[in-house]
């Protein structure tokens, strides 16, 4: 009896196993006929290529050396590498185009559009000639030492209302306090100007020191040279705001040396002392490469 209950244990046991593996038997079957779905691919955008528009708003003197100010807006555009130290940028950067990118150090063209200088406008410049609208056109180069320290050169050559050649010079250090998105920076600028870039601002002619004396305004002729054009300092908060959207506070001041400040434009109508402020806000978007569309490399 015992021998024949242990049987019948065994084959209710069988039973009970086949029946349970089944479906899992089947349903292995049927997962073997069903092709394997591939994870969609990561896009690492991290060196892709970026394009930033947007525009600052701020007061500035009204003219090179003026005392007096007025609200002026200034385009702002570079085209540069994503996931680079160079996300960050200062006010005193012209438009750029970086040729090469290797994430701490960046170089390229730049260039800057100065607006035309109508004496009749203001009352410190009556009897001057105007100077036309001029293209700046040139180099640059920046190089991150270290996370919290940027230095930035830009070579550039003007032509239109001048003739010329100016440079500026500048050095940020930075403060990432990973708090609301924001980064502080401030730093030291030079700027140097030919000749033919100070005297057409800041020289007066013997016909036009006649013609503005005639007019009420005593200006003396005046022969402006080049070297130093001014120096200073220049800050600003960024913030991050997400989704390629960035706006600054940012405040810049310069001191005009000696050639621009000694112009009786600056002595008797003017003042050395120039300052720039505002705000600016800009949005960046990936352009959907990551090889330099103009040099074909990496």
């Known amino acids: 009896m015992r021998s024949a209950a242990f049987g019948l244990a065994v084959l209710a046991g069988a039973a009970a196993w086949s029946v349970a593996a089944a479906p899992v038997a089947h349903a292995a079957d049927m997962s073997a006929g069903v092709p394997a779905v591939e994870p969609a691919p990561v896009v690492d955008r991290s060196r892709e290529w970026t394009l930033t528009v947007g ?54 063209v730049v260039g800057k559009l100065n607006w035309r200088r109508k004496s009749s406008d203001y009352d410190g410049l009556r009897g001057l000639d105007n100077v036309d609208y001029a293209v700046e056109v040139g180099g640059y180069a920046q190089i991150f030492p270290a996370d919290w320290m940027r230095l930035r050169g830009e070579v550039r050559y003007g032509f239109g209302g001048f003739d010329g050649v ?27 100007a030919s000749s033919g870039y100070t005297d057409a601002y800041f020289g007066i002619s013997d016909q036009e020191s006649a013609n503005a004396i005639a007019l009420g305004n005593n200006l003396t002729p005046y022969e ?27 405040a810049e001041y310069r001191y005009l040396a000696d050639e621009a400040a000694n112009s009786p434009i600056v002595v008797q109508n003017g ?18 490469f990551d090889t330099n569309p103009l040099t074909g490399g990496r």
């Not at 996931?83 to 940028?89: I, K």
């Not at 040279?225 to 908060?237: A, D, E, R, W």
């Not at 003042?271 to 959907?288: H, I, K, M």
């Open 55 to 108: 525009a600052y708003f701020m007061g500035q003197p009204e003219f090179a050396g003026a005392d007096s100010y007025e609200f002026a807006v200034r385009p702002l555009f570079s085209i540069s590498r994503a996931g680079s130290l160079d996300d960050f940028r200062s006010f005193y950067d012209n438009a750029s185009i970086a040729l090469i990118d290797t994430g701490n150090f960046q170089a390229g």
């Open 224 to 250: 402006a040279g080049g070297g130093i054009y001014s120096y200073g300092v220049g800050g600003q908060v960024l913030k991050d705001f997400g989704n390629g959207f960035k706006g600054s506070v940012y």
């Open 166 to 192: 100016v440079a500026d010079l500048a050095a940020d250090f930075i403060y990432r306090p990973n708090v609301w998105g924001l980064t502080f920076s401030a730093g030291p600028r030079i700027t140097l």
């Open 271 to 288: 003042d050395r002392n120039q300052v720039q402020a505002g705000v600016s806000l800009s949005y960046t978007f990936f352009l959907g």
